[in-house]
């Protein structure tokens, strides 16, 4: 059973930068599908950005098109989210997760992180 572990999370002004990494603990890590999820408070969880077990397809949320980027080094077991421009409205607990598909619907995922707080102040 994969393990995955989020690290990265803090508190920024409006307009700054932070990096997430999420590292599995399992070998194959290759083989799935890795995703950004995030969650604000009251709000339900909601995918902010996917990436193919390659890296040569990535989806992104409308909301963090051209200021999130999504990455992966599979040599390292690890996928990272570099956030730029953040927004007040990007506060959230944000996960990260594994699966067998390429989706933006939570449930298709199998596997999670237990989450990192990103606040963004203005």
């Known amino acids: 059973q994969a393990q995955l572990l989020e690290s990265g999370g803090g508190s920024v002004q409006a307009g700054g930068s932070l990096r997430l990494s999420c590292v599995a603990s399992?070998?194959?890590?290759?083989?799935?599908?890795m995703a950004w999820f995030r969650q604000a408070p009251g709000k339900e969880r909601k995918v902010v950005a996917i990436i193919t077990t390659t890296g040569d397809y990535i989806y992104y949320a409308d909301s963090v098109k051209d200021r999130f980027t999504i990455s992966r080094d599979n040599a390292k077991n690890t996928v990272y989210l570099q956030m730029n421009s953040l927004k007040p409205e990007d506060t959230a607990v944000y996960y990260c997760a594994a699966g067998s598909w390429f989706s933006s619907e939570d449930h298709r995922y199998e596997y999670w992180g237990q989450g990192t707080q990103v606040t963004v102040s203005s």
């Open positions: 399992r070998r194959t890590f290759t083989s799935y599908y």
